[in-house]
């Protein structure tokens, strides 16, 4: 792929920098936030060599596959590049404004969940899978667990989950395009060692007493506070005189929204959190295995169209409570590892050549967790692969639920992040996910043998 030649293209048929608001990456996706959808020239997007398909909600998503970094990096060097375009977009903020005003309630909940939750992926993947792979190097007796070495790597992975809410605050604060430093001091409160002896001991502020709550590892309190603080920003710039604003308005926002947070955003969003993943739970202790089931054979189009990210709060909210999540993550396992295998039975059956290369390729990234490639390059195209996707699926995630597989680490299940599921109570859950992987793989792949017809036979 000529990344550069791609790159030039994507932004021509986005409609220029001009009619970017937005732009950050997934694993596979461009994710750009426009101010007109109309501009964009979809048709051509989807025939731009290299783009593997579109999908429109909130956003426009260009899915790229394995290779968005090297097209994120070109596209962010023409950015840098159009100087002139650049200042379009800063002095037009007013106009654009009202075509955002537009965006209907759900779709702009979808932008902003995942605005803000997809950069929190990386650092917790890696550092869920990190801490996932010392337990392995223990259990095996490679490395000793009373050992220096080994408490602090752990300690290493779990700083990551101890000052999630810090992390939360830099992204919301991105997606609010409002100062990060202040909004990560306001949050960084909840977090501070001595306050926090202070509160557990009864504190009170105005006489009114602290809720006595543990902040680390939270992610609502965190997201509730960058909001609240976005507002007293946007309202001490417009009321502060010019000559006093570089210190009014941090000092007035920092004071006022760090008491409100402690008095009342904070424990709100810590029990919105609690009732949030206990809802979940309890839909997961009640219908079990069959949730599990019916959520892996949806998940081909929630990947399609995006809303499987609506899921990522959730699997943060239940790791950074209880340590582990038991739904979103292993019917990905199920689906990710049938996404695969069903390329792989269709490049054994088919004999289009360039299909079957296609095939190999993506079915090879699926089992490793990328399944954009496979979706978009082999199985939405064809129904008899796409329902071996899902009966793999349906059955892998039955499996897994059957026998109440646990994630130990929020990121993309496939066979390179297998250590997500070693448990340290419960030698047994790796054995689990590789059940499900082998349930899921067979499935998928017996039901694209079977099924798989070429086109012409199709026809």
Known sequence: MNYKET???IIKYVGGWENVSHLEHCSTRLRFTLFDMSKANLDELKKTKGVLGIVTTAQLQIIIGNSVVEA?????????NASESSKEISNDDNKKEVKKEKLKLGAFILDFIVGVFQPLIP?????????????????????DKDSNTYTIFVFVSD???????????????????????????????????????????????????????????????AILCVVFYSFMEKLFTKISPKPIRIFFVPMMSLAITSAVTLLILGPIGYFFGKIFTACILFIYNTIGFIALGILAAFLPFMVATGMHKALIPYALSSYSQLGMETLYLPASLAHNISEGAACFGVALRTKNQELKSTAISAGISAIFGITEPALYGVNLQHKRALLSVIIGSVVGGIVVGVLHLKAFAVVGPGLASLPMFIDPNNHSNIIYAIIGLIVSFLTAFISALILWKDEKIEK
């Open 7 to 9: 790159a030039a293209s």
């Open 123 to 143: 650092p917790m993947a890696g550092a869920g899978v990190f801490k996932s792979i010392l337990l392995l190097i223990a259990m095996t007796g490679i490395l």
């Open 159 to 221: 700083a990551v989950f101890f000052f999630l809410p810090i992390l939360v605050a830099d992204s919301v604060a991105s997606k609010l395009k409002v100062n990060k430093l202040v909004a990560i001091s306001c949050v960084s409160v909840l977090l501070f060692p001595q306050l926090t002896t202070m509160i557990n001991e009864g504190a009170s502020l105005f006489s009114i007493k602290i809720s006595p709550i543990q902040y680390s590892s939270q992610v609502f309190p």
């Open 72 to 80: 994120y990096d070109e596209v962010m060097k023409l950015k840098d």
